[in-house]
Structures are given as structure tokens and as C-alpha cells.
């Protein structure tokens, strides 16, 4: 027996070493991991380490106190020459270090003391994130074809846009790139898109039954796209991309479906599909920059959109979802379902330092039409317009994304605030000036509203998202608590539809940096924002205009001592002033004023490939209103976040 | 060239997958329709429109068209829900003219045409409603209060088709109506029409009939007299009219009522999906112990042929579903055979042989099958949706008390009652009754007098034996025309 075991390793050591090319070529991997770390505080009762998660369904990962950690691990082949393929594993995010002997399961409806009670959302297993394989063939045209996981990045905005980052290999599809002539004159891009299920159709989901009990199928919805780009000469380039979505159901009607199976009633053992939702875009862009004319850039885009919402399979939201919806469900004047068609366009000129003295301008003038929807554009991390908008202030960044189906969730409270500019027109000039450590910037904007309307129907097509007035107060934007706006932070950033409009908008914008030498890196800068918000509203009504007007004051020094560390001090102060902002027709309206003080303390340490960041925030907020109708409010929160992170 | 093979070849990638399939395949497909089931016919009123085109139930109940339309030449068609329908009427009603049709046999995408508004209609409606109003059977807006079967009306219809051919008071009364008919004022806006009004009949004790409510307004005729009795003479009252009526409805093989089909027997279900009753050992059923709840969950019978059944009809079997789960929906809506739309039972009839087809001289033969109830979605498979895995309910289908129906009432997920194998009754056995877990088809587990495979007469509320359960008020007897008096 003792021998027997001393020579069966050596069999089978033997053996292997005689096996044929069955070894890995670790040459041909490209492995890389991250850790990455999240602690976050505020005084209140939450805990979790996402400010802001969904706000509608279920959802154990929110909340504001906790330390979180996820791990990520990149493989990346080089299969041949022409083929290489890659796939991204990381662990669940929601797990914080309290969160001992998690390890998934749920037991709902029983009173369960073991701990072990969250599910998997805390049991920071190890899930396929992301998959591709990328490949050459020696077709024709074709330079390349991924099959397989993608941020949708090839496309744009109006279309089509980039995944968020959280959802950046959520997205799978397959992709043909290829040039049909040399030179970049002539080149082309198709894909085929799984639909994600839970966002981009009416109700914010292709046919989840428990969501929309008119819906069942989504594993049938594709969405394809097109992109032609050209550069005819040096001096021109152009780009045309197409989407179309196509959201199918079963035709409940089928009758396979609807009884026996005989033959004679023309049930033949196949289910035809039908239309539940259809969304098409499309843009024609180009960018002239006349080489006789260095400084000069001219950037033109129009764009076009139809969006087709069946109500056999699609409950209507506007009329039972509060008037929440991605859609707009538009009848004609039969009463039948029909395309909501939009328009927009876009020209941007801009001169860069023409006089050689650092100052540069920039004009852009924008029109975007009533119902201009991108269903599945850029839900965040874009900006398709020149102006800071509405939305952002001090802190907060943000962008305007011409989409109903915008996304201020998964986020944290330090994260950047977009806003729908569907109905939008008029023009922005920015002004710039460097010289030397100096950098100031001045923005005027006047905007005016295609959506514009007396007496629209918000009752069952346009979706006004309910709050359709009012400054959006980001900083104390919660979505756990607050997600039917009880603590009034004023309009919704996707709201662009109320029954009674009669709006335009003016805002200006100065910023100014200076980074002094030799004082350890300083760096001072400055920002001032004024707007002026005038909505008639039901223009027979003189008294129910809204007109709010805000004034923001905004400052920041920054320190770098070391190579290594870096600290920021700020603050910023907030002054609304908002005639008639709550209230209705029929109970009047009511002003409110608001004053907000916010002031951040922060450092970040990179040192050798880990980063070490972390932020304070103590604001405070006096919304004063109207004693008549409503009582007044208070803020004194504290917060911070530290993130933490590894890569090798 | 290269271009068109690159093309080509371009293409065909962009074809392989990627959900152009069901693009290609369905880019030319028009939605179904709804399925339905329909009425159509002719109500040709030259220049007068109808302010009303409606469909209810004999009984009043109102039926709800998901769509009616009504072309310029007067063809209408009324698209109800498709399910099984009871006797309906359908009501035209323009100018000063209110008319009746009855229609029967309407069934799940079933559909009855030629239901015109015409004389002949008009008229075997108003002797199938004079003569249910003199047996007692209306209520006093001409509403029928007891289900009357289809087959037992469309015998009645065939009779007096038959007369109307021939001379006789059915002619004469049909010739009448047809008169009356062409009398529709177009212009008129009268409330209430002057034609045809539901009939009031009394029966003596001598059987004669008298018209006490006529169809026909009286002042209309004072005021507008005419010969609609064809005497040559100008009627200015409804005498003549009642008379005539009176006299056909009193016709004995008229009977809407029927007489028993000796060859089929109504087989009805219900069950009971309500939580917290007690099954057949007195406790309380655990609906979901073995059957998983989800939404758009429904409630489906599944039955076949027992083996053990001396009558063997695969028509039978394929109605009852074939032992195949989730592909006969029962109701809960208030429609084929419900009684209470949402009240958690259901319900489910079949028509079946009361002897076997194949030997319908030989009364000693009977049908047993086995059923299940399954609570899921249209067309999946057994697990998670069945009262319990394997085993069966078993039925014997005898008319114990003789109403001419089978009614079985049963609650779901019970495993003490009819359930073959592995029966779980823990009550008290009656003398002489033996029990190891099954049953056989004689056993009686209850001690109610009657096999448990039988019409139960086991009460589950109170535990005890009671009276029969009475089926469901909608279901009647499978009726067909009497032949005899």
C-alpha cells in the first residue's frame, strides 16, 4: 500500500509532463485587480453605503452609514493575432464590514434573528460583470467585431448614449466596425443591443409582469444602430447615427394563446409579436474647423425622434404612475395611440484665442424640440449643452441630456446632477480668458421653452413628474426618505411638461481661478451664479406666475504640500427667492425663500498606486415658506464619504 | 461586384442572430384580433338610427361589447369577450320601435350570425318570453329568472320555424308582427316605444293564457289604428294581438323551459380558493403546501377518462383537458356558470354522456374520471401548480338526486376527500368502512349515504353531512326540446 501511493504521483507527474501543449500561456493573459473601499457618516438613522439607490423597489444597499469593500478582477486574453477577448468578475457592492456572516440568504415573510437575513445583495459574491471577445476577420470592410459586453459608448447622447458608469458592461450586444474607404473618408459601425429590461421602454422596463401587468416578454427586444462617419476633406467631418428600439410582446391575440390548440381556429403551434414600444433617432452632426482659419470651430447637429407607445401593452404611467414616465403616451385627436415625433438642433461656434491675448468666446445656440426624447440616450455623465443649466451649483456639476429617462440615482451625495432640457431653446455665450495663472470664465443664457403650452394633458400623454416648479435642491435630494418629495426639494430634474407653461429662464455665471506659486500649490477659486426664473403659468391668471431667483456664491482654496496629499476648503452659499413656487390652480400658490450654507473640508493621498480620498460636508438650510399653507424646514446634517482604493 | 458580395456578405451576418428573427418574421404582421365571440345580423330601419344596440344575459345581466359597430346598410356586429355565453338577448332600439332577439349557443370564439332584427325573430322571442312569463318565470321587467338551456331553446325555435311555415296562429302571429314593423315612425323620439314591449302573462288554473302587459302601446294604436291584423279592419287596440299571442304561447311543445337530454348530463365544478377552510378531516387547508402563489396565477381543472370508467369517449377526455394541467380555465367572474364574480370559487360545466355513446341502450354503464385542480398560468407544466404531486380526485358521474346535474363542490388542496391515494383523512370511519389511505370508487369515507366518489354531500363548514349543495344559480339541466307534451 505504501508503495502504491509513493508511485502514483510520479504516474501522474509523468504523464503531464508528457501532455501535449496543455499548459497555460500565462503570456497571453492580462490580469488586473482592485480593491476598492467606501466609508461613509451622516447623522441620521440610515445605513449602507449608497447615498442614493433606487428608490422604488426593494432595495437593502442604501443608506448613509457603513464601510463597504469590492473586489474586481480583469482577465484579458490575446487569443491570436486577430482575436482577443476579456471579461470583467467583481464581487456585489452592499456588504459593509458590519455585515458579518452574511452569506445570502432571504427568507421573506419569516422573523428571522440569524443575521444571515439580506440576501445576496450582502453577500459580496463573485458575479460576471462583463464578457467580450473582439475579433478581425478577414472580411471585406470589416476592421473589427465584438460580440459581447459594452458601454454603448459608439454611439451618442441623442441616440443611443454611453451607459452609465455603473451599468458600463451591464450592456451586450454584438458590433460590426469597418472602413469602406481609406483615409477615414467613409466609415461604418452597426450593432444589435439586448434591451435592458428595466429601463428603456414605458414604465422604465420592456415587459417585467410584475411591473406592468399588460407586459411579460423582454428576452425578444433588441435595440440596432448605425453610425456613418465621414471626413470628406480635412477640414469637415460628419456623423450620421441611427437607433431604433424595438420593445416586442407576445400578440396576446395569437391564437395559440388565447385557446385550444385546433387547428381550425388557426392556432398553429407559433406566437406572432407585437409592438409594445418602438423609439427611433436619429442625428446628422458635423464639425468644420477651416484650416485657413485655425482658431474657428463650427459644430452643427440636428436630430430627429419618434417614439411609439402601444397601449395594449403598455400601461399608461402618465395617467397611473403620478405622471412619471420615460414616454410620452400621445394620442391623436381619435383618441388613437401615435409616435410622439420631436425635432432638435444645435449649432456651437467657437473661437479660441483669436487676438493672441487668452480671451476665447463660445456661442451655441439650441433648439430642441417639445418632444425630442432619446429613450436610451445618455442617462448621466453627459452634457450636450454649453451652459452650467440649472441644475448644478458650487459643488454639484451636472449637464443637460435631452432624454425623460434621466438617472440621479445609484449615486452618491458628492456626485454630479443632470437635468432634462426636452423643449429647450435659445443661445449661451461663454467667455473665456487664461493668462497665466489666471483663468476666468463668464456665461450669459437665455432660454426660452418649446414646451410652452396652455392647457396641455398631463392627465394621460405628457408626463410631468409631478413637481414641475421650483430651484432642485441637490444637496438635500434623498431618494430613500424622500422620494415623494416630502421635504419639498423643489422641481424634478426630468420634469419639462405642466399643464400650464409660460416660461423662460436667464442665467449668468462667473468663474475665476488662481493658482499662486511657490505658497505650496495654492489654489483660490471663485464662482458666482445668478438666475431668474419667470413661468406665467395659465396666462388667464395673473396671479399664479411663478418667478424664482437665485443667487449662489461659491469659493474653494486648495493645498498640495506633498507630491502626495492634497487638501480643498470650501464653501458656498445659496439664496432662492421663489414667488408662487407651490401650490395649484385651484388653492393658489404660495412663495417660499431658501438659504443654504454648505461647507466642505477634504484631502486626497495617492501614494504607489493606492488612493486615499475623503470629504466633510456640514450644510445648513432655512426653507422658509409661506405660514398660510405650509410650516418651515430645517437642515443640520453632517456628512462625509472616504473612498479607498487599490489597483494592480 | 466585390461590393454586392460584401454587401451580401454583411448582410448575412447581420441576419444571423441578434434579434432580427423576429423582426423579419413579424414586420408584416397586423395584430390579431381580440378573440370574441360575436353576434351579427341585419336592423334595416330605413332613415331611423339607433340609439340603442345592447346584449344581456336572459336573466338582465348586461354584457359589455369591446366593440359594436353598425354599417350605413344597417349590418351590425357585437363583439363580446370570447367566453361561453348563456341565452342572451340582444336590443335594437330606434324611432318608436324597441325590438328583441334571443341568441343562443354562443360559445368561446363562437359566433352567431344572421341574427337579424327581422319578424321571424321578433316574433319566437315573444312567444319564448309570453310563455315564461305565464309559467312564473319573469320578473316584472321581463327578466327570466331560471336558466333556460340553449339546446332547449333552439328546439323550441326549430318548432316554431316549422310553424311559422304553415298556416295556423304561429303564421298568423308572425304576420302580424311583420306588420306592425313596417309601422316604425323614423322621426318619432318617443321615450318609451310603442313596440315591442316585454309580454305579461297569466295562466289560469284551466291553462288558459291571457296577455295582461301587451307588447304593443295602446294609446299608439288609438292614435294611429291600422290593420295589423290583416282582417281587413283597422285595429285601435292590442285586443287582436294579445289574443294571438296568448293562443301560440300555449302551445304545449312550446316549453323554452325544455325537457331533459337523456343522453348528456351537465357536470359542474366549483371550488373553493378561499384561505382558512377546512378540508375533509375538519382542518384547515394549507392552499399553498404544495402549489406555488404568483401573480397572474388563475385557477385551471384538469380531468380525463378514468381508466376504470366502463364508458370510454375521447371527446369526453379531450374536454375535460386530457390530464393535461393548466389548459381549462375555470371562472371566477361572474361568466360560464359563476356564480359571484372574485369571491374565491370557481367554477367550471362540462356536458357529458350519461351513457355511453357506443351502447346507449345500457344503462349500467357509467363515467368515472379523475381531476385535479391546478392553481397557474395558461399552458405550464404540473409542478408548482397542482393541489398536491401525483394522485387524483376521482368522480363517478351518477345524478344522485336527480336534478339532472352533477355537482361536485370541492376545496382546494383538501387531501381528505375524494383523493385516491394517499388520502390524509383523519375523521371518524363510519361502520363497516374500511380505510388504509385510498379510496375506491364505492368508499363512503363521510358516512353521508353516498359514495365519496359521488355528487358530496359533505358539509365542509360545519363538518357534518348535509343536503346536497345546490350548484350554482346559473347553471341549468341540459335541456333539449321536448318531443311530447
Redesign the interface.
Known sequence: MVRALTVRPLVVAAALAAAPAALADTGNFDISGKIYTKYMYQNDATQGCLSMSNPFWVDNIGGHNGVCTEFELNIKARVGPRVSAGVRLQSRWGSMWQDWWENGDLKPGTYDTSGESLGMNHAQYIKLRGAFVRMAPP????KWVTIGSTDYSMWNEWTIGKARYIDRDNGS??F?EGDVLPGKRLSYT?G?M?LPKLWAGPGWQTGL??ND?LA?VYG???A?AAKVESRPFEDLRTKLVGSWL?D?EA?K???F????PDAA?GADHSV???TRFRGLNATLDATYTPSWLEFLSVTGLAAVSSNYVNP?YATNQVRNGQGFSPVVYKKNIHGEAVASVGQAHKVLVEVFDPLKTGLSAKLEYFNIGSEYNAVMGSRREADVLLTEGMVTGGFTRGGQLPTLNIANEFQDWDEPWYESCIGWKGATLLLEYVQGPLKATVEVTGIGYNTNMQGRDVDFQYPDFLYTHGFTDTTAFTADSDYANVYDRGRDPRSVYAEYQDRRTGLAVANVQYAFTGLAGLVVSGKVKVADDLDRRRIANPSDDYHGKMLMLFGTLSLQPTNELKTTLGYEYSRWSEANREGSETAGYYDSRTRRHTARAGFTYAFGGANLGYTLEYFHKDLLRDPRAYYNMLWNVWRSKATFEVAW | MRALKTASLVLLVALSGCGLEGFFGNITHSAYDRPASKISGRAAFDGAKASALTVATIAGAPQTPFQATIDGAGNYELRLPSSQYPLLRTRYRAANADLRIVVAGLGAEGVAGAMDFDAEHITEGLIFEARLSADGKTDADGNITTPISPAAFLGLRALVRQDFQKAGPAKDLLEMVRRLLTNYDRFSLVNEAYFFRAPVVTKAPDGSFTVTGSPLDNSWLVRYPFDYAGLGTTQASSLLFDQKLAEVARTPLYDPAGCPDLTRVRLVFTVDFRAGQNNGSCSTVDRFKWTTDKPGKQMFFVGWVHEKSTIQDPATNTALGASTPNTVPMYDDGTNGDDVPGDGIWTVTFDVPRRDPMAPTDTTRKLRIGYKYTWGTQGVPWTGTEEWPGNSRILEVVDDNGDDIVYRHDVYGDESTNKDNANLYSGRLPPGVSFGGSIDWPTDLHGCGVPESHENKYDYATCSCGPYPKPPTSVGPINVACTAP
Do not use: E, K, M, Y
Open positions: 472580411i471585406p470592410t470589416v450586444g454584438v460590426i452597426v444589435a439586448a409582469r410584475n401587468p411579460s425578444t427586444d433588441w440596432f424595438q416586442w400578440d391575440n395569437s391564437p394563446l388565447t385557446g385550444r381556429r406572432a409579436l407585437s395594449l
